[in-house]
């Protein structure tokens, strides 16, 4: 099985580690497409997250791992040792896992599972990918829907910033009525602005005003042109950073001009890479926090966990199924298509009396043709369901051999 990924997380790295290997949208599409260039026959798409990178692939001939710093020269080799490989039925259980959220930093949460999605939606408009990593992505996704609605895995507020603001209230106290500046109008930001809205406190949300038109402001927040974050930075207690820039939005010395004396400030980086910069920490009054410090590992009830996993492997089983069954197909049209033939050499009398009563047959002949190849193709598809794999090949080559052997005409 040509299917492999190379994968960097918080379980392997700390965040300065994973923050050379992040993708922004554009650098992901650019590497799916040099991907498809350098290796005609091979597929890759691309899942870069706030806690992980993970570069999938299907038919790719060079070694993943040789590849990716192929194309990142910059990159010190010392890094490989931070990556995990997965390969065949391995990497498809965990990429239901994965979309479920059972590997994320905060368990069970909601937002993975959009992630998963987003990057195979991405791969699609860049570059189709291969029918077997399309075929993984979406049924990935249709695990991970399962697990939420069959389970009570996570909890309501596992999205990564309700619980990011949750930690933040156990160690600094209430947010009622406490000033929070959030930086970035992605889902990240409006998911963290509508929470600290809920929790009591006073949000401003930053906003180029250029897309103003495009955006979707929480109610209850107000907006602060972008170019104008320092200067509304001094007023604040709270300061929140969720981007996909690869830049700094926040450098510690136009912060430095801008925070007031014997003030306290909290600095919450919810990205990777960081879009605060980490000599923030020097200055006076401030504390600075990022993905890492504001993880946390929720338990599961062993129970829920034990449904989880039974239907994740029952999807997993279901994919490789498919995956293996895919060399079956051309046999399976051949035998669906006698099939066909054999249901209007059968009809033959019944066509001619029709004839004879000047009906015109063609367009019956045909939807007779496709509805007997699609009712065959649907029951000949069903073994794959209902026997071992290794009596596909036996079964299926018998029913051909079998229609060979009819006599339509």
Known sequence: MELSMIGIDYHTASVEEREPFAFTDSGAVRFMKSVKETDPDASCIVLSTCNRTELWFYNLTPDPLDYLFSQLPHLKDSGRNLF?????????????????????QIFGEDQIVSQVREALNRARECCKPDPVLDTLFRMAVTAAKKVKTET???SRDTSVPERAVSILEDRCGSFKGKQCLVIGNGEMGRLLAAW?????????????QYRKQDVMI???CGVVPYRDRYKTMG???FVFSATKSPHYTVHAQQAAEALEENCSYVFADLAVPRDLDPDLTELPGCCLLDMDDLGLQVSADAGELKKAEEIICEQ?????????FRDYIPLVREVSSAAGELTNAKLKKTYRELRKKHRDVSGLQKEVMRASESAVERILFGLKDVLPRQEWKHILEALELSADEVDIF
């Open 196 to 208: 600290l809205i809920h929790k009591g406190a006073c949000v401003s949300m930053t906003l180029r």
């Open 152 to 154: 009570r895995i996570g």
């Open 218 to 220: 929480p109610a209850g």
């Open 235 to 237: 007023t604040m207690d």
């Open 84 to 104: 995990v490989r997965r390969c065949g039925i391995e990497a498809v259980s965990y990429l239901m896992e994965l979309a479920s959220g059972l590997h994320s």
């Open 316 to 324: 997993s089983d279901e994919f490789m199924n498919w995956y293996y």
